[in-house]
C-alpha cells in the first residue's frame, strides 16, 4: 500500500468517524440532561424515555432504506445529505419549548442520523482494504468514545450553567465543519458498488413496497413497545400495534423473498455467522441503550450528584473506551473476532452482575470499578463485532448490510431503553406509575428505587449472557467453516 493510497484511507476513516462522534455527542448530551428536562417540562421519567425512543424509531425504520439508496445513488450523496438533515434537526430541538415539539424535532434530527448511520460501515468496508478494515472500525469506535466522552461531561456542564436547550444547540457549528470536511474528503462512486448491477432476471425498479411495509412494521412495534408502560401491555392499543406489527413484518419478509431487488436481501442470512452476529449485537446493544438511560437518574438521585458531576462520573467509561477501541479495531485484524467477542460478553455479565449486587454500598467507587470493568469489556466487543459482520457482505451489497446492521442496534437501543425502562418502574414505583424525578428522589430511602436498579441491571447481565451464547454459536460455525475448508 503507497503512501498516497494510505493518506487517502486515513482522509476517508476520518471523515466517516466524525459523523459517528457527531451522532454519539447527541446521545450523550441527552442522556445526561434528562433529568433536567423532565423537570423543566414536568413530565415523568417514561415521557423522557420518548425523546430517546422517538429518535430511535425515525433511525431503525429508515436504516434500511438510506442503505439501499447508498448502493443506487453513492454513499457520498447520503452521507452529506445525513449531515445537513442531522444539523437542521438539531437547531429545532434547541428551540423547542414544550415536550411535543422536542419529540418531533428528535424526528426530524434522526432522519439524518438514520443517513449517517446507514452508509458509514459501507463507506469504511469498500473503500478501504480488507486487512486495514479493522484499524478503521477500531478508529471509529474511538470517534463515537470521544462523542460520548465529550457529551457526558459537557452537556452536563452545558446544562447546568446555562440549559439543557445548548446540548442540541452545540450540534449546530459541529455539524457544520462536518458537512465540509465529508464534501471534501469522501469519494464518490465506486462503479462495482454505487453503481451495481441488478441480479440475472431481476426489475431494476426500487422496492417501495418492501420500504413502506419495513417502515410500517418497524415503527408500530416500537410505538407499542413505548406505551407499553403508559398505556398497559393489554390495553387494545398496545395489543393491537404488536400483532399488526408482527403480520406486517411477515408480509415484508415474504415479499422480500419474492422482489428480484429487494429492499433486504434475505440470503444474508443464510450465512449463519451473519445472523448469530447479528443476534449478538442487538442484545448487547439492549445493555448499552438501558445503561446509558438508567445510569443518569442513579447518579443523581441514589449518589445525589449534580448533572455536572454525573456527565465526569461518566468521562471514567468514555476515556477507556477512547484509549483501547484502536487497540481492539487492529486485534481483530490478527485474532479471530468471534473469539474476540466471546470473551468480552463473558467479561460484560459478570460485571453487570457484579454491579447490580452492590450498587447499594456507599460512595462512588463502586460506580467507577463498574464503568471502567464495563468499559474493557465492550471495547473488545464491538470492533470486532463491527470487523467480522461487514466482512460478510458482499461487495454490491455493503450499503445494505450496513443499513441492516445499523437497524439491528438501534432497534435492540429502543427495546433496551423500553424493556428496561419497565423493569425498573414496575419494581421501584407503585401502581400509580412513575410520577417524575422528584418522586424518585423521595422514594430513595424506602429501598424500593435500589430494587429496581438492581432488577434493570439484572436484565442488562441476562441480555449480555445471551450475547455470549450467540457469539460462542458464531465462533463454532466459523471453526466448523474453517475445518470444512481445509478438508476440501
Same mark, same amino acid.
Given at each position: 500500500?503507497?503512501?498516497?493510497? =494510505?493518506?487517502?484511507?486515513?482522509?476517508?476513516?476520518?471523515?466517516?468517524?466524525?459523523?459517528?462522534?457527531?451522532?454519539?455527542?447527541?446521545?450523550?448530551?441527552?442522556?445526561?440532561?434528562?433529568?433536567?428536562?423532565?423537570?423543566?417540562?414536568?413530565?415523568?421519567?417514561?415521557?423522557?424515555?420518548?425523546?430517546?425512543?422517538?429518535?430511535?424509531?425515525?433511525?431503525?425504520?429508515?436504516?434500511?432504506?438510506?442503505?439501499?439508496?447508498?448502493?443506487?445513488?453513492?454513499?457520498?450523496?447520503?452521507?452529506?445529505?445525513?449531515?445537513?438533515?442531522?444539523?437542521?434537526?438539531?437547531?429545532?430541538?434547541?428551540?423547542?419549548?414544550?415536550?411535543?415539539?422536542?419529540?418531533?424535532?428528535?424526528?426530524?434530527?434522526?432522519?439524518?442520523?438514520?443517513?449517517?448511520?446507514?452508509?458509514?460501515?459501507?463507506?469504511?468496508?469498500?473503500?478501504?482494504?480488507?486487512?486495514?478494515?479493522?484499524?478503521?472500525?477500531?478508529?471509529?469506535?474511538?470517534?463515537?468514545?470521544?462523542?460520548?466522552?465529550?457529551?457526558?461531561?459537557?452537556?452536563?456542564?452545558?446544562?447546568?450553567?446555562?440549559?439543557?436547550?445548548?446540548?442540541?444547540?452545540?450540534?449546530?457549528?459541529?455539524?457544520?465543519?462536518?458537512?465540509?470536511?465529508?464534501?471534501?474528503?469522501?469519494?464518490?462512486?465506486?462503479?462495482?458498488?454505487?453503481?451495481?448491477?441488478?441480479?440475472?432476471?431481476? =426489475?431494476?425498479?426500487?422496492?417501495?413496497?418492501?420500504?413502506?411495509?419495513?417502515?410500517?412494521?418497524?415503527?408500530?412495534?416500537?410505538?407499542?413497545?413505548?406505551?407499553?408502560?403508559?398505556?398497559?401491555?393489554?390495553?387494545?392499543?398496545?395489543?393491537?400495534?404488536?400483532?399488526?406489527?408482527?403480520?406486517?413484518?411477515?408480509?415484508?419478509?415474504?415479499?422480500? =423473498?419474492?422482489?428480484?431487488?429487494?429492499?433486504?436481501?434475505? +440470503?444474508?442470512?443464510?450465512?449463519?455467522?451473519?445472523?448469530?452476529?447479528?443476534?449478538?449485537?442487538?442484545?448487547?446493544?439492549?445493555?448499552?441503550?438501558?445503561?446509558?438511560?438508567?445510569?443518569?437518574?442513579?447518579?443523581?438521585?441514589?449518589?445525589?450528584?449534580?448533572?455536572?458531576?454525573?456527565?465526569?462520573?461518566?468521562?471514567?467509561?468514555?476515556?477507556?473506551?477512547?484509549?483501547?477501541?484502536?487497540?481492539?479495531?487492529?486485534?481483530?485484524?490478527?485474532?479471530?473476532?468471534?473469539?474476540?467477542?466471546?470473551?468480552?460478553?463473558?467479561?460484560?455479565?459478570?460485571?453487570?452482575?457484579?454491579?447490580?449486587?452492590?450498587?447499594?454500598?456507599?460512595?462512588?467507587?463502586?460506580?467507577?470499578?463498574?464503568?471502567?470493568?464495563?468499559?474493557?469489556?465492550?471495547?473488545?466487543?464491538?470492533?470486532?463485532?463491527?470487523?467480522?459482520?461487514?466482512?460478510?457482505?458482499?461487495? +454490491?451489497?455493503?450499503?445494505?448490510?450496513?443499513?441492516?446492521?445499523?437497524?439491528?442496534?438501534?432497534?435492540?437501543?429502543?427495546?433496551?431503553?423500553?424493556?428496561?425502562?419497565?423493569?425498573?418502574?414496575?419494581?421501584?414505583?407503585?401502581?400509580?406509575?412513575?410520577?417524575?424525578?422528584?418522586?424518585?428522589? +423521595?422514594?430513595?430511602?424506602?429501598?424500593?428505587?435500589?430494587?429496581?436498579? =438492581?432488577?434493570?441491571?439484572?436484565?442488562?447481565?441476562?441480555?449480555?449472557?445471551?450475547?455470549?451464547?450467540?457469539?460462542?454459536?458464531?465462533?463454532?460455525?466459523?471453526?466448523?467453516?474453517?475445518?470444512?475448508?481445509?478438508?476440501?
Amino acid at each position: 500500500m503507497t503512501r498516497s493510497a =494510505r493518506y487517502a484511507s486515513l482522509l476517508i476513516v476520518i471523515s466517516v468517524a466524525f459523523s459517528s462522534f457527531l451522532v454519539r455527542l447527541n446521545n450523550y448530551m441527552v442522556n445526561i440532561s434528562l433529568p433536567t428536562i423532565t423537570r423543566s417540562f414536568g413530565v415523568t421519567s417514561s415521557d423522557a424515555s420518548r425523546i430517546i425512543s422517538s429518535y430511535l424509531l425515525i433511525i431503525t425504520t429508515t436504516l434500511l432504506l438510506f442503505g439501499k439508496l447508498g448502493d443506487r445513488i453513492g454513499l457520498k450523496r447520503v452521507f452529506i445529505s445525513g449531515y445537513v438533515i442531522f444539523t437542521v434537526g438539531s437547531l429545532l430541538c434547541g428551540l423547542s419549548h414544550n415536550i411535543d415539539m422536542l419529540i418531533g424535532s428528535r424526528f426530524i434530527q434522526g432522519i439524518g442520523s438514520a443517513m449517517l448511520l446507514a452508509v458509514s460501515f459501507a463507506i469504511i468496508s469498500h473503500f478501504l482494504p480488507e486487512g486495514n478494515t479493522g484499524w478503521a472500525f477500531g478508529i471509529t469506535s474511538t470517534a463515537s468514545a470521544l462523542g460520548v466522552a465529550t457529551g457526558a461531561p459537557v452537556g452536563g456542564i452545558i446544562t447546568g450553567y446555562l440549559s439543557w436547550n445548548w446540548a442540541f444547540l452545540i450540534n449546530v457549528p459541529v455539524g457544520i465543519v462536518a458537512v465540509i470536511v465529508a464534501m471534501r474528503y469522501i469519494p464518490g462512486r465506486k462503479t462495482d458498488s454505487s453503481a451495481a448491477p441488478a441480479r440475472k432476471g431481476g =426489475r431494476s425498479g426500487f422496492d417501495f413496497l418492501g420500504t413502506i411495509l419495513s417502515f410500517a412494521g418497524l415503527g408500530l412495534l416500537i410505538y407499542g413497545l413505548n406505551n407499553g408502560n403508559k398505556c398497559g401491555w393489554l390495553s387494545p392499543l398496545v395489543v393491537g400495534c404488536l400483532v399488526l406489527s408482527l403480520i406486517l413484518i411477515g408480509i415484508f419478509i415474504a415479499w422480500e =423473498r419474492r422482489h428480484q431487488d429487494p429492499l433486504l436481501h434475505l +440470503d444474508l442470512f443464510l450465512d449463519s455467522r451473519y445472523a448469530f452476529a447479528l443476534i449478538a449485537t442487538f442484545l448487547a446493544y439492549m445493555l448499552i441503550s438501558g445503561n446509558a438511560f438508567l445510569m443518569p437518574f442513579y447518579l443523581e438521585a441514589v449518589k445525589g450528584l449534580n448533572a455536572q458531576a454525573a456527565g465526569m462520573m461518566l468521562l471514567v467509561y468514555s476515556i477507556i473506551y477512547v484509549i483501547l477501541s484502536p487497540v481492539s479495531g487492529r486485534l481483530s485484524d490478527r485474532v479471530s473476532p468471534a473469539l474476540l467477542c466471546s470473551i468480552a460478553m463473558i467479561s460484560a455479565t459478570v460485571c453487570v452482575l457484579f454491579f447490580s449486587f452492590s450498587l447499594q454500598w456507599q460512595g462512588l467507587t463502586i460506580v467507577i470499578v463498574y464503568l471502567v470493568w464495563l468499559a474493557l469489556s465492550l471495547v473488545l466487543f464491538f470492533s470486532p463485532n463491527n470487523n467480522q459482520i461487514m466482512s460478510f457482505a458482499p461487495p +454490491d451489497r455493503k450499503g445494505v448490510s450496513s443499513g441492516l446492521f445499523n437497524t439491528t442496534t438501534n432497534l435492540g437501543m429502543v427495546v433496551g431503553v423500553t424493556v428496561i425502562e419497565v423493569v425498573f418502574s414496575a419494581v421501584a414505583y407503585d401502581s400509580a406509575g412513575p410520577t417524575g424525578k422528584a418522586a424518585l428522589k +423521595d422514594l430513595v430511602g424506602t429501598g424500593s428505587v435500589t430494587e429496581g436498579f =438492581r432488577h434493570a441491571y439484572l436484565t442488562g447481565a441476562l441480555c449480555c449472557f445471551l450475547a455470549l451464547v450467540f457469539s460462542l454459536l458464531g465462533r463454532k460455525r466459523a471453526a466448523d467453516r474453517g475445518s470444512g475448508s481445509r478438508k476440501a
